[in-house]
């Protein structure tokens, strides 16, 4: 089962920036997709964006052109960096990773965007 930790969440003004990361406990070749989700007070939770190893990439119509996935195999990391952050992008942000049928989550990390 492989292992994904979240890291550099945290409280940002409107407007501001921030960059996520996800270290996965073992190599990462063999995870097909990789990704964020995000889940708000009393929402479900949605996609933010995703990267495969084809590095394709695909994100969520509200976070195109402020939010950038990147994907170091080497490291065994995937990280987001989202700017010009808006109050409606507090959320907790999960990493996720998926070979076929098998998914893997992170725990979480809380975002909050406030002035």
């Known amino acids: 089962q492989v292992q994904l930790v979240e890291s550099g969440g945290g409280l940002v003004r409107p407007g501001g920036s921030l960059r996520l990361s996800c270290t996965a406990s073992?190599?990462?070749?063999?995870?097909?997709?990789m990704g964020w989700y995000r889940q708000a007070p009393g929402k479900e939770r949605e996609l933010v964006a995703l990267?495969?190893?084809?590095?394709?990439?695909s994100y969520a119509g509200s976070v195109k052109g402020r939010f950038a996935i990147s994907r170091d195999n080497s490291k065994n990391a995937v990280s987001l960096q989202m700017n010009s952050l808006k109050p409606e992008d507090t959320a907790v942000y999960f990493c996720?990773?998926?070979?076929?049928?098998?998914?893997?989550w992170g725990e979480g990390t809380q975002v909050t965007v406030s002035s």
């Open positions: 073992e190599s990462i070749l063999s995870l097909n997709v």
């Open positions: 996720y990773g998926s070979r076929g049928a098998a998914t893997h």
């Open positions: 990267r495969t190893t084809g590095r394709t990439t």
